[in-house]
């Protein structure tokens, strides 16, 4: 009887230990990385923006090369994709999927903090024809992985959206659909058996949109509520005071149907368009602020959610830019936090929250010489910038501190950005007939101080000293930068318990 009890005790143990270490783990804010930008910066200057906001986690859309050599050395934790396009292939090839692997990871590992792969992108719900393969292509990446002995590090999930949850409140009743449970136990095993988690896209803007006036705007901003406005999960007594935590209760509920209890959740989407169509009235500046400034400080003060309180969700933002080329309405291409030169679309509410995305960058803008365009041209401007436009170039002379790299180019983006801060960085003075672009990125390196910089050579972001860079657009140099340095709380059934007491 004695071994009966020390055996339950250890199975107790060994189920609560790793909820409890999930329970200690911080939760994280990242950002999604889309392309669909006019006028898209490269990969260096993106990465100058991530670390000027010191943004620590990223999500990009697909595995590519320039993108994962760019974010070398930084540290940043990067979750990759298998686009939608290649599911089918690799889905149906352990070769295939090896193939992507080598190519897409072990090209760019260790130097580059890859963490995560997503498999795809909602693909129940937009291409459902590879459902069928879609568990078989977790495992063959994952094979992969754990062949090239990487498994314990990069974790291999799939996207899904919340609408595969169906009667999703009171959370407590909410399932998925049916439709899919052939395809989700296979699944949910598999993220189980590897320790992996299940990524979720969670948009209140569309539940408060589709709800037509039945869910208040506040319930979806994560506004404070009163108590007798707050939502009541009926069957535990549960109180909601937003949406964002409604749906993700749902999925560990809809988890827990079929019986899976210990899969943490991780949003991969979330946000709040600023801009919308006359028939979106509430895609405004206002709330995309004020959801991204609560959802941020939600999730980093690690509240949890009312289901698994203080259990970490980390999530990333949707999205790092606006992306004016996306098709569809107005709101599709106004998601994002910052503009394609790096400006803030509107400066987040994030006062005691840390300097993660402090994004005020107003008065720290620089004017620099865009990559690629003609010499000739640029010539002219920086001759432009010397002469009528009667800026100081003293410091460009050989010997002069802004004399290395004798490019036009670097000489082309002093002169440039002298002017654009002699004319108070007014509208339309750093343009030089399109040769410059305002960036975020302090463009001073060694002695060469550069106007705007308060001469400590380094991007400052609402008061907070970054790390130093240089930026030069000739074709020999480059960025550089220093490197800065959930699992749900299993449900012990009643009847082991009361086996315990009784032994």
Request: net charge negative; with cysteine.
């Amino acid at each position: 009887m004695a071994s009966w009890r020390l055996m339950a005790i250890i199975l107790i143990h060994l189920l609560v230990l790793p909820l409890a270490a999930m329970a200690d783990q911080d939760a994280f804010v990242g950002v999604n990385i889309g392309t669909a930008l006019t006028d898209m910066p490269n990969p260096t200057q993106v990465v100058a923006l991530l670390k000027a906001q010191q943004i620590r986690h990223v999500r990009l859309y697909d595995a590519d090369s320039a993108m994962l050599t760019a974010l070398a050395g930084t540290g940043i934790r990067v979750t990759v994709s298998v686009p939608n396009q290649q599911l089918l292939a690799i889905g149906q090839s352990n070769a295939t999927a090896a193939n992507w692997v080598a190519r897409n990871i072990l090209s760019h590992v260790p130097a580059t903090n890859i963490t995560a792969i997503s498999v795809g992108s909602q693909v129940l719900t937009t291409i459902p024809n590879a459902a069928p393969v879609l568990v078989s292509a977790l495992k063959y990446i994952h094979a992969a992985l754990v062949a090239a002995r990487l498994d314990s590090h990069i974790k291999v999930s799939t996207i899904h959206s919340s609408s595969i949850i169906l009667d999703s409140f009171p959370p407590s009743q909410a399932f998925f659909n049916r439709t899919w449970e052939p395809f989700m136990s296979p699944l949910l095993e598999f993220l189980q058996s590897t320790g992996s988690y299940l990524m979720l896209n969670v948009y209140p803007y569309y539940d408060y949109i589709q709800s037509q006036g039945a869910i208040p705007l506040d319930y979806a901003l994560f506004r404070p509520l009163p108590p007798n406005k707050e939502a009541i999960d009926s069957n535990n007594l549960l109180h909601y005071t937003n949406i964002f935590d409604a749906v993700v209760d749902a999925a560990y509920f809809a988890m827990s149907y079929l019986n899976f209890t210990n899969i943490p959740i991780v949003v991969t989407e979330s946000g709040w368009p600023s801009k919308g169509d006359s028939n979106e009235p509430d895609a405004t500046l206002d709330n995309a602020n004020t959801y991204n400034s609560n959802l941020i400080k939600h999730i980093l003060n690690n509240t949890g959610t009312p289901k698994h309180p203080g259990v970490a969700v980390s999530t990333f933002i949707y999205e790092l830019y606006n992306e004016d080329s996306r098709a569809g309405a107005v709101s599709e291409k106004n998601w994002g936090l910052f503009d394609a030169n790096g400006r803030p679309v509107y400066v987040l509410h994030l006062t005691g929250s840390g300097t993660m995305l402090a994004n005020d960058t107003t008065n720290q803008t620089y004017c620099v010489a865009r990559e690629g365009v003609d010499r000739k041209m640029l010539q002219a401007a920086l001759d432009w910038a010397c002469g009528p436009g009667k800026v100081d170039c003293s410091a460009m002379v050989k010997g002069g501190p802004c004399y290395e790299p004798d490019t036009v180019a670097a000489h082309g983006t002093y002169a440039f950005d002298a002017y654009y801060h002699r004319m108070a960085m007014a509208e339309g003075t750093c343009d030089f007939n399109g040769v410059a672009t305002v960036t975020t990125t302090d463009p001073s390196h060694g002695s060469c101080i550069f106007p705007g910089s308060n001469g400590n050579n380094g991007t400052f972001i609402n008061g907070t000293s970054l790390a130093p860079s240089t930026n030069s657009t000739s074709s020999s140099s480059s960025l550089t930068f220093n490197t800065y340095d959930s699992i749900s709380i299993i449900r012990i059934f009643m009847m082991l318990l009361s086996s315990i007491a009784f032994l």
